[in-house]
């Protein structure tokens, strides 16, 4: 770590104060905002035109940009990356890493602590919002089933009821809070219901019901008309006589087929990965203590403009120069909404066979919802660490000055002390930088659709519907299906 040495003479140097090397090290080792901006406009890029390798290979060829605090975060974007190409397997080990680092990082050293409230959290490790977290065994549980092996894709349905009853008791108290995952819960029921186990299908489903239900004031998700059949047909093949009349009651208007009638059936379950995950921003909030610092502080705005990854070197040479300007930084969403409606969903028989059946996907997650609900439940954390941050930043950048100045001596302290004031104060702006990390190779939202149909050859054909009209995509699979098989189809469409 390199140290700064504001004095002048050998016998009277002493060490330089912490703030001062934590930010010198800080900016020279942090990734650049830019270049992460630029790395996942690459990847979006790769995945708009279909070219899901590409996106793989830049993911992969960033790892060292992501640094030793963002593995976690590597490992979640290359597992998706490589669940998009179809390389389950591989897929599997980059999250199952992922799982492993974030069990790892419950335990924090203290000095990583301290470091990160010197500086800003982006030195703390990434371990992922609790919906990520989540998501790491719901992408393992479809890399399972994509691979046709059910009984582990169990496991990891298993494994997300376990950390969705862990997380409800760890905000036991807060009754607003994110709790459960209705996507999760329903995807479970349809591994479970894959396999057999109409029992824990129907807990499954049930949770999911009363998960969608429950979040429906910020998750903007209703609980999709698909989830409403199941419940029916699930009820009715248990003989679950109250629960079958409860549910009907509450959905006069569905549709079902009872389990019965679809036992020499396969089913098709197609998962639309629309959009791209929303970003994060610096909101920078800048608190003049004098007269002349406010001036100053219009001043700026006025010629440089609103504060952004842009100005900051110019902001932080005027406000350490001035010394009084401290700095406060928040993150801010910036959502990036997808433009599809939904997919509409054709299956045609093959081999001169002329049926065909016709379905349309329902949203089932809103990723965007979920992290503006993350962000909104740790607001007030976050705000006043950061204002505490700023204000000891502050104080040390004015006992830098103070300590250079006595230490250089009579002659060169008041020169010193200037100096050394000034460049602390800078650090202190310009290291002050919100945590704008997040998964972003997750969508902006998953629609789902189930088919079930005869076995056979079919041509499988998913159109993107806008909701601005065109433009419009078609995808189309060959796909055969044997008497009581479920496939998982993966549609990834970035508009």
């Known amino acids: 770590m390199s140290k700064s040495r504001p004095t002048i003479s050998p016998a009277t140097r002493r060490p330089a104060c912490p703030i001062l090397a934590l930010s010198l090290a800080t900016l020279i080792t942090l990734p650049g905002c830019a270049a992460t901006t630029s790395r996942y406009a690459l990847v979006e890029d790769s995945l708009r035109v279909g070219n899901v390798t590409r996106a793989d290979q830049i993911v992969e060829q960033a790892e060292r940009d992501y640094g030793t605090t963002g593995r976690v975060l590597y490992r979640m974007d290359r597992g998706m990356t490589l669940h998009l190409a179809g390389r389950y397997q591989e897929s599997n080990t980059a999250l199952d890493l992922a799982e492993q680092e974030v069990e790892d990082l419950y335990t924090r050293r203290v000095r990583t602590e301290t470091k990160a409230f010197l500086v800003n959290d982006t030195l703390l490790p990434y371990e992922g919002e609790p919906y990520e977290q989540v998501m790491l065994n719901v992408l393992k549980a479809l890399n399972y089933a994509g691979m046709g092996q059910l009984t582990d894709a169990l496991v990891e349905a298993r494994k997300i009821d376990h ?195 016709t379905g349309r996907t329902e949203l089932a997650q809103d990723f965007t919802a979920l992290a503006a609900k993350s962000l909104n439940d740790r607001y007030t954390q976050i705000a006043v660490k950061a204002v505490a941050r700023a204000a000891v930043k502050y104080a040390l950048a004015e006992g830098a000055g103070q300590g250079a100045r006595a230490a250089a001596g009579k002659d060169a302290g008041p020169l010193a002390g200037i100096l050394v004031r000034a460049l602390a104060h800078a650090l202190a702006v310009g290291t002050e930088e919100a945590d704008k990390r997040s998964w972003r190779t997750l969508p902006d939202e998953i629609q789902i659709a189930r088919l079930w149909v005869p076995p056979g050859s079919y041509e499988l054909r998913v159109h993107s519907v806008n909701r601005n009209g065109p433009p419009e995509r078609d995808a189309v699979h060959a796909v055969t299906l044997k008497r009581g098989d479920t496939k998982f189809m993966i549609e990834r469409v970035v508009e």
Request: net charge neutral.
């Open 163 to 357: 950390r969705l009853n862990v997380l409800s008791d760890q905000v036991r108290d807060n009754k607003d809070a994110y709790r459960d995952d209705a996507f999760a819960r329903y995807l479970t029921g349809i591994l479970y219901e894959a396999t057999g186990d109409l029992n824990n299908a129907f807990i499954a489903y049930r949770n999911a019901y009363d998960g969608y239900r429950q979040a429906r004031p910020w998750a903007r998700v209703t609980v999709p008309p698909t989830l409403q059949t199941d419940l029916l047909r699930v009820t009715e093949a248990l003989h679950l006589t109250q629960e079958h009349q409860e549910y009907r009651q509450a959905f006069p208007d569905s549709t079902w087929q009872p389990a019965s009638q679809q036992q020499d059936l396969a089913q098709i379950v197609v998962i639309g990965y629309n959009g791209v995950a929303p970003r994060k921003e610096d909101q920078f909030i800048d608190l003049p203590i004098s007269l002349n610092a406010l001036q100053l502080v219009l001043l700026a705005k006025g010629a440089i403009g609103p504060s952004n990854q842009d100005t900051r070197v110019m902001e932080s040479l005027l406000y350490g120069l001035n010394g009084r300007v401290v700095r406060v930084a928040l993150p801010r969403l910036v959502p990036q909404k997808t433009h599809v409606a939904y997919e509409h969903i054709q299956l045609a028989g093959t081999a001169g066979r002329g049926q065909a059946f």
